[in-house]
């Protein structure tokens, strides 16, 4: 009686068999577990127009990587919470991903009020948090976990300024910024401060709330002081307006801006009145490296519209995270997995949208080492017509 | 300068009024303090944008269909909301409450369909220079918010006082009850109030919109702020008081900015505020008494 | 079960302290309503309980109870001080009065950035406030509550809610009940504004403002005001709202706001009506026969 039996087959079958199993067998179980980021950010609320354009940037990069394979060959699988630009929201946020969706690492959130609240929970489950729209004070002093890439304004407001009088010969500037937004208050602390450093005097200082739909007041009377130009903190939705009826009332300087005026929409917001606007950001549209040619035709096929600096940033940012995440081999102790992540993040250097980009370690608030803030050159630019030019 | 800024305080007084003029109508008519009428304005200027854009009207036509679309807005919160509640008689915060439900339910859901991003009126819809006149800067919108504004005043003030129908809804003011049992429609009439009430909400979202280049799903809100100081100020339910308090309101801001700072401007305006309700609470300029329940 | 209890807490923490806060000030609304005023200022003395109390803390070094002490004392001076103008308004004016004093709080906060951070803030506040620390000022708060409800100050409240004039006829010091309702409320909305700073690291003066007040409002109206647990139901709505209706995504405040219009229209002396209940369990009894 013959029975026949795989160990009667040909050599060669045999191997290939075997071959053929294992490779099956590896390839599920690399492709079964796919690694979980969170991702908290405004997605309703007040903050939703940056925390949409961030998570749009976030999804975009993710979907080319895991196109390209994945991280070592698991996909990585976005967990997004809306945390509705409340601190509250993005204190549950994080809980929620956390400790029951046990992600391995975080992004966000968009405010640098919830981050103040929110990162020291991260910071204290040892949990890396990577923030790509806080800039404020306060953030990465709260401990070796706590990531950002996006450059603060101290770091930018004074090149911009710089940039701008030296090119536009600048001797004298009245500023004007909103004294009720976290945001463009603390932009007005990094000007006044960079305005002492260099020396600029200022002809007389005006403020203006969230809000706000008429400027009139305040500009006829920086007009009246005959300023070079003027200094402006203020988020796009005042500050369109502030430059339509600067040009109404005939005051026709330059306009030097902070982060929130770095956007393609002034030139549809402003229109007729947006020359003349200097800002400096570590990302523009104009910036016509590889890289960011590639994300913007990219992004705007994708979204129908345009990205921002909010998405440039937070593409750039997945990236990153991604380059640290090749090197970590994950063990399925997601402690440990998520120390090894904070371990391999600080050493990171990458290129992307926003140029070249590497971290720098920040200091707490007795000056000991403690959390990674962006170190990145910016770019100054100046509106002209329907663009941004960058001014060297 | 001077000037300047006195011009500025005008436009930006009326600008107030023109808000306010809506909400203190509900007040004074049907004895709410309507918190939906922030998201009522927003909604007339995101009306007139699509008017614009979608079906390429001209602005006068835009504005006529945010002032329907907003009226008929006003009107379903009359009858779906106000009036069953008016029924049973519940106390006066219960529809405050449900009108700030009703807003914020409004300003998300104009959020989830045209998104959270600031939006303008096409430059083309209106001319954006601005004339020299005797040495001020002055623009053609300017010009005709203050116009319309004086005019809706005139029109208001002379249908109260010199109308049977002034007269009717006056009495409905001094106590709804009484109105009833005088045969008035009181109704019908709170219908109407509604109606036209939210759609001068409506026009003035357009107005202001126009003016500022911003239009944004919560852009009521600061207005509905300075709204309630205006009627405050000026006499809750009272038109002309409104009006006036607006102007008031307008060239407080405007001369605080000029002449005290501008990080005074809101400190000053509230102060008068504050002042005006302890020395005299009926407003500045109010002459409506208290309703009589 | 431990493993899940624990891994609950630590997701669930924050809500459900901050339904504690919440209640608390839900319940200091109620304090001055069942006295037959719409105060519309404990979102700013909740502030200015955060304020003192975490300046205190963070810069001064002060341990808890003595800053809870100072949190407590200050919004209810500031009350005593404004109240002595503002309570002989009546109604809406009085409502509208509070509510732009609440602003004025705001735009002092802004102000006095040397002391109060200004538009950034105060960050780096020390986490102070245990799970007891809540339970125990809302049981607290609720006996006293319930203590003084059933008071001879409590059927003043109960009096001059009806008709102030006739309360007043009766012999009863109307102004004196009054600001003893406005303080008491006052001082019990800056407890809850102590623990949640302490709470939650950071706090800023856009917290304390009209949104504030709005929310807090609208817990104690839509809980109802005929019992003491209304509040805190309606505190525990709201708070837990957004966290249920997060499959709503983008569409979750239009849900939040048409579940205020619906309650209100539906169920209008709020959830918890004493009445409404045992007329459905009157209801259900008849159905089970």
């Known amino acids: ?392 | 300068m001077l000037e300047q800024q006195l011009f500025n305080a005008l436009s930006l007084g009326c600008v107030y009024a023109l808000f306010a003029l809506g909400f203190t109508l509900i007040f004074g008519v049907l004895g709410v303090v309507n918190l939906s009428q922030g998201a009522v304005f927003m909604l007339g200027a995101y009306a007139a944008l699509t008017a614009i854009n979608q079906l390429h009207a001209p602005l006068w036509a835009a504005i006529a269909f945010a002032f329907a679309f907003s009226g008929l807005v006003g009107l379903l919160i009359d009858r779906l909301l106000l009036k069953p509640l008016r029924k049973r008689d519940a106390p006066h915060l219960i529809p405050m409450i449900a009108t700030i439900g009703l807003g914020l339910a409004m300003n998300s859901l104009v959020q989830g369909l045209f998104g959270a991003e600031n939006q303008r009126f096409p430059s083309e819809v209106l001319p954006q220079d601005s004339l020299q006149i005797a040495g001020i800067s002055v623009t053609v919108l300017e010009l005709g918010i203050i116009l319309v504004s004086f005019v809706l005043m005139t029109v208001l003030m002379l249908t109260l006082n010199r109308t049977q129908l002034g007269r009717a809804l006056r009495a409905i003011a001094e106590s709804p009850k009484a109105a009833r049992l005088l045969g008035i429609n009181v109704d019908g009439l709170f219908m109407l109030t509604s109606f036209v009430a939210a759609g001068l909400g409506g026009i003035a979202g357009v107005l202001i919109g126009l003016y500022s280049n911003a239009l944004f799903p919560l852009m009521g809100q600061p207005m509905l702020h300075k709204g309630i100081a205006v009627i405050i100020l000026g006499g809750m339910g009272d038109i002309r008081g409104a009006m006036l308090a607006g102007l008031f309101l307008g060239f407080a801001e405007v001369l605080s900015v000029a002449y005290i700072g501008s990080d005074m401007r809101d400190a000053v305006a509230f102060g008068l505020l504050f002042l005006v309700l302890l020395v005299r609470p009926k407003g500045l300029f109010g002459t409506v008494q208290e309703r009589k329940v | 079960m431990i493993e899940f209890l624990d891994n609950f807490w630590s997701v669930y923490s924050n809500l459900v302290l901050s339904l504690g806060t919440n209640a608390l000030l839900a319940l200091s609304i109620y304090l001055t309503l069942s006295c037959g005023m719409l105060a519309m200022a404990n979102a700013a003395f909740m502030g200015i309980g955060a304020y003192t109390s975490s300046i205190l803390t963070m810069n001064y070094g002060w341990p808890f109870p003595l800053a809870i002490a100072a949190g407590m004392a200050a919004p209810a001076l500031v009350a005593f001080i404004i109240g002595r103008p503002t309570l002989r308004l009546s109604g809406v004016y009085l409502a509208m009065a509070t509510l732009a004093f609440g602003e004025v709080v705001r735009l002092c906060i802004l102000r006095a950035e040397g002391l109060t951070g200004g538009a950034l803030g105060l960050n780096g506040i020390p986490q102070l406030t245990q799970w007891w620390h809540v339970l125990l000022a809302v049981v607290l708060v609720l006996f006293l509550l319930a203590r003084l409800r059933r008071s001879k100050i409590g059927r003043a409240f109960e009096a001059i809610k009806e008709d102030e004039t006739a309360a007043g006829l009766m012999g009863i010091d109307v102004n004196g009940h009054k600001m003893l309702a406005f303080a008491l409320g006052a001082a019990i909305a800056g407890l809850g504004g102590v623990l949640n700073a302490h709470l939650t690291f950071f706090i800023g003066p856009q917290e304390f403002g009209f949104d504030r007040g709005v929310e807090i409002l609208t817990m104690t109206i839509l809980g109802g005001i005929n019992s003491l647990f209304g509040p805190v139901i309606g505190a525990a709505i709201i708070t837990l709202l957004p966290e249920l209706l997060r499959s709503f995504k983008d569409y979750r405040a239009v849900a939040n706001g048409l579940i205020l219009v619906l309650i209100v229209l539906f169920l209008p002396k709020g959830l918890w009506n004493p009445a409404w209940m045992r007329k459905v369990a009157g209801l259900a009894k008849r159905g089970a026969k």
């Open chain 1, 1 to 392: 009686m013959e029975t026949k039996q795989v160990t009667d087959l040909p050599r060669f079958a045999r191997i290939s068999a075997i071959a053929l199993a294992a490779a099956v067998s590896l390839g599920t179980a690399q492709a079964a577990e796919p690694i979980k980021i969170g991702v908290a950010e405004a997605l309703s609320g007040g903050a939703a127009q940056y925390g949409i354009s961030i998570r749009n940037g976030f999804q975009m990069a993710a979907d080319e990587i895991n196109a390209a394979g994945g991280v070592n060959g698991s996909k990585i699988e976005l967990v997004i919470e809306d945390e509705q630009g409340k601190k509250e929201e993005a204190i549950n946020a994080f809980k929620k991903l956390i400790f029951q969706d046990k992600a391995l690492m975080l992004f966000g959130p968009t405010l640098s009020n919830s981050a103040q609240a929110a990162d020291p929970i991260a910071q204290a489950s040892k949990i890396v948090v990577f923030g790509t729209s806080n800039t404020a004070d306060g953030i990465t002093s709260i401990g070796d976990h706590v990531f950002r890439n996006s450059v603060t304004e101290a770091d930018v407001l004074p090149v911009t300024l710089r940039t701008a009088a030296k090119v536009a010969r600048i001797s004298k500037v009245a500023v004007l910024y909103g004294n009720d937004d976290v945001f463009t208050k603390s932009g007005y602390d990094n000007f006044r401060k960079a305005l002492d450093d260099q020396k600029m005097p200022v002809t007389t200082t005006e403020t203006f709330a969230k809000g706000d739909v008429d400027f009139k007041a305040q500009l006829t009377k920086i007009k009246a002081t005959n300023p070079d130009a003027i200094v402006l903190s203020a988020l796009l939705a005042e500050g369109a307006p502030i430059m339509v009826q600067a040009r109404q009332l005939g005051l026709n300087v330059p306009f030097i801006g902070g982060n929130g005026m770095n956007s393609v929409k002034v030139f549809d917001l402003a229109k007729g009145a947006s020359d003349g606007l200097w800002v400096g950001s570590p990302w523009s549209i104009e910036n016509r490296t590889p890289q960011n040619t590639s994300f913007i035709i990219a992004y705007t096929k994708k979204y129908s519209s345009p990205p921002d600096q909010f998405a440039a940033q937070a593409y750039d940012a997945m990236h990153i995270a991604t380059e640290a995440l090749k090197k970590v081999r994950l063990s399925g102790d997601l402690a440990k997995d998520r120390e090894a992540v904070q371990a391999a993040l600080p050493a990171v250097k990458w290129t992307g949208a926003t140029g070249p980009f590497a971290f720098r370690r920040a200091t707490d608030k007795a000056g000991k080492p403690a959390g990674y803030d962006a170190n990145q050159v910016p770019i100054v630019s100046t509106t002209r017509g329907k663009n941004y030019e960058i001014e060297k």
